[in-house]
């Protein structure tokens, strides 16, 4: 996916009980770790671990060629009552926090996809 790949020397084995893999979205100086005996957390108790992306309309779409089974994209309504509801589709005015997409890991885990500081294909500002 080109907004995450495996750090250089990040997928490291010892046995066959542990596997740490380490994935960091370009230009980030923050990683998630993956793998097996890195904790005693039960497999699928982590819940809505949030991804940023910059653009949600383009995560998505490659999570889903890659057979995810990834949320339509949906945004608050209206953004500045976070108890009101939800709508489809990304906010028209793509403002940060506003659009979330969710998809579970193989073990049961939750992510959500959250954009964050969209900028339109092309362009080096933000729109608006």
Not at 83 to 96: I, L, M, N, S
Request: proline letters at 9%.
């Amino acid at each position: 996916m080109p907004w995450v790949r495996v750090q250089p020397g990040g997928d490291f084995r010892v046995g066959g009980d542990f596997r740490v893999v380490q994935l960091t979205p370009p230009g980030s100086a923050c990683s998630v770790q993956i793998g097996t005996g890195l904790t005693d957390a039960a497999p699928g108790s982590a819940r809505t671990t949030c991804l940023a992306v910059t653009d949600i309309e383009a995560a998505r779409r490659e999570l889903a060629e890659r057979g995810v089974d990834v949320s339509a994209i949906r945004h608050k309504s209206p953004i500045d009552d976070w108890k009101g509801g939800w709508q489809a589709g990304v906010d028209p005015q793509r403002p940060d926090y506003a659009s979330l997409a969710g998809f579970a890991d193989p073990d049961g885990n939750t992510w959500v996809l959250q954009e964050i500081g969209f900028r339109p294909p092309g362009t080096a500002t933000r729109p608006g």
